[in-house]
């Protein structure tokens, strides 16, 4: 493909356009719905400048979303000359997303509208994933997140993300619970059997690339770059890659999982980033100074009470985690790294800032320093990077 100058420098800029030829309105329609969704309220002027359709192609795409109740009017907009521009916005309420995030001390879980604003929220922990019982929380959950829509919000509900470890069965050692409690995750398909009792399509992801997913479909407006590597730390951290504004997995759907980075350590031996900057190592400490785990599973998140135990952990976590962002950036050429968790927002900015600091004084030989900043969705963002899965599927791009 040819691309203009503009293009050459936004590969996605080369993406996001439509086509005036017939026969393609979906298409279209998810274009237009992705940009609004990407950049807000826009006027029709607009969107046929960022689009390259046509005036007139773009206001029979918009009134036909109008109708279908996609898009709502803002107040017109005066100018210097001419009549006044009229923005339109995403209708809140034009439909409703399910995200679950499995993980293996809890399940959170998400029913998103179609800007990403949070309706409703799930939070169940336990001891250890028992296959069934996890099958059947989420069931629940999903009947609990809607008793508060009406009839016609309930019957715009399109689909259920789930947003799980790959192999649960693996972590035995790691989760300290028996072999053979964990081996009906190797046996089972979750997603298969969810999908077989739940009355919405099930999409599943790996929760390492959700936290990707979450940032670059509902991160802060304006501050999500097209490619970089998100990292989260959840009970074990992990990783995704988003190239060119698309989330990339791999052939297995393990791309970009730092935590089984090897990390060297003083005495010359390696430790597996996963045991040396995930949650399951500070509640390692907590449990060993006698204290309660509660402030490191419960919302909101103060973790106050064991405060010693957090310096000591963040003493541990923001070499390890350097050093991997420094092997994944060395290896992937990623220009931005975004870090974000299941923390509160100032230990997150704190890990932040030291990881930016490790690595600026790291010799990329002239790869260039990667920004390194801290992620905009926050706690809950693996359940909302899976709720963009049905998003995504039905409306977007």
Known sequence: MVQNDTEASDPTRALMRGTNQTGVRAHNERLVLSILRRDGPLAKAEIARLTGLSAQ??????????????????????????????????NPDAAFFHGASVGRRWIEHVLVDMTGSIRASDRQIYDQPEFDAVLDAVLASVDALEDG???VQRSRVQGLGVAMPARICHWADETGVPHEQLSAWGER???????????????????????GAAELVFGARGE????????????????G?????????????????????????????????????????????????????EPLLTLPLDWSSV??????????????????????????????VRIDGYLPASIRARLVRGVAEHVAKA???????????????????????????????????
């Not at 979303?65 to 006044?84: H, S, T």
């Not at 990390?263 to 045991?275: E, K, V």
Request: proline letters at 6%; aromatic letters at 6%; charged letters at 20%.
């Open 363 to 397: 010799d990329f030989a002239g790869l260039g320093h990667p920004e390194i900043r801290e992620g905009t969705v926050g706690p809950v963002a693996r359940a909302i990077g899976a709720a963009s899965l049905p998003l995504a599927a039905r409306f977007l791009v």
């Open 149 to 151: 829509l009406d009839a």
């Open 307 to 336: 405060e010693a135990e957090v310096e000591d952990w963040l003493a541990q976590a923001v070499p390890a985690l350097s050093q991997a962002v420094v092997t994944a950036v060395s290896l992937t050429d990623v220009r931005a």
């Open 224 to 239: 999500v770059p097209h490619t970089f590597l998100h990292v989260f730390i959840g009970y074990f951290v992990g990783g």
């Open 241 to 293: 890659l988003v190239i060119d504004n698309h989330v990339f997995t791999g052939p297995t759907g393990n791309a970009g999982a730092v935590g089984a980075i090897p990390i060297a350590q003083p005495d010359g031996s390696t430790r597996l980033l996963y045991d040396l900057a995930s949650l399951h190592g500070l509640g390692r400490r907590i449990v060993d100074a006698g204290k309660e785990l």
């Open 189 to 211: 398909d979750f997603v298969a059997e969810l999908g077989e009792r739940c009355r919405y399509r099930v999409q599943s992801i790996n929760d390492s690339a959700a936290g």
């Open 57 to 90: 192609t773009v206001s029979v795409i918009m009134r036909a979303l109008e109708e279908d109740g996609m898009l709502l009017r803002e107040a017109p907009r005066r100018g210097k000359v001419g009549q006044p521009s009229v923005p339109m916005r995403l």
